[in-house]
């Protein structure tokens, strides 16, 4: 069956310093990879979309890459802050199916 | 503007009781998907409606779980005879069209079965 995979480790960061997320899918072939954020007792909040025949999409300090042969979206936060601080969660979709991955949280130092 | 609003916002049910939780879609909106939710884990697609039509329900859990959308705008999840392993957020988002454009979500419905 289709998976998308997320690092279920919680990644720690000192404020300034790059974030870089993973997000893998096996069994399945996405026609647009999309990051959410989702802040505790909060709905996910949408961030990023990225279609299978671009290779980058930059939004501010965010940057999501999408690589259709090693099958992997990295979701890249620079000048991280703490307010950052959340869990991201990855999904995957085409036309007619959609999925999340289980998300990885991330802890932003002062 | 206003979002996604769902309520209630919390509900605990007994074992065995039947729930209804309701989701108030963005105006205009033409999709519309209810998710479920457990501690630690992404969301998962449970069904979605592209206005009154439900054109996918391959995630509801069991025939306990019926979702419907009778006007295409507000939309009602009905857990019938509730299990202890309903107890989860269920999340209700929108999008303007379809599938692959952005989901707005509500705040979720946190359900406990005891």
């Known amino acids: 069956s289709q998976k998308i995979e997320q690092n279920s480790e919680a990644l720690n960061i000192q404020e300034g310093k790059t974030a870089t997320l993973t997000c893998n899918y096996t069994?399945?072939?996405?026609?647009?990879l999309q990051w959410y954020r989702q802040d505790p007792g909060r709905g996910p909040v949408f961030l990023l979309l990225?279609?299978?025949?671009?290779k980058e999409k930059r939004k501010e300090r965010l940057k999501v890459t999408f690589d259709t042969t090693l099958k992997q979206s990295l979701f890249h936060i620079t000048a991280s802050q703490p307010a950052d601080s959340a869990t991201y969660l990855c999904a995957a979709g085409n036309f007619n199916k959609f999925y999340f991955g289980s998300g990885t949280k991330l802890n932003v130092k002062p | 503007g206003a979002g996604v609003s769902q309520s209630p916002r919390y509900k605990v049910a007994k074992r065995g009781q039947d729930v209804a939780l309701r989701c108030d879609p963005i105006s205009g909106h033409v999709s519309l998907f209810w998710y479920q939710q457990a501690l630690g884990q992404g969301p998962e697609f449970l069904t979605y409606?592209?206005?009154?039509?439900?054109?996918?329900k391959s995630g509801l859990p069991s025939d306990r779980f019926f979702a419907e959308r009778p006007e295409g705008s507000v939309s009602t999840l009905k857990i019938q005879r509730t299990q202890q392993e309903d107890s989860a957020v269920y999340l209700c988002?929108?999008?303007?069209?379809?599938?692959?454009?952005?989901?707005?979500f509500g705040p979720g419905t946190r359900l406990l079965v005891l």
């Open positions: 409606f592209q206005n009154e039509a439900q054109l996918d």
């Open positions: 988002a929108s999008s303007h069209k379809g599938l692959a454009e952005t989901q707005y």
């Open positions: 990225i279609r299978e025949n671009e």
């Open positions: 069994n399945y072939s996405p026609a647009y």
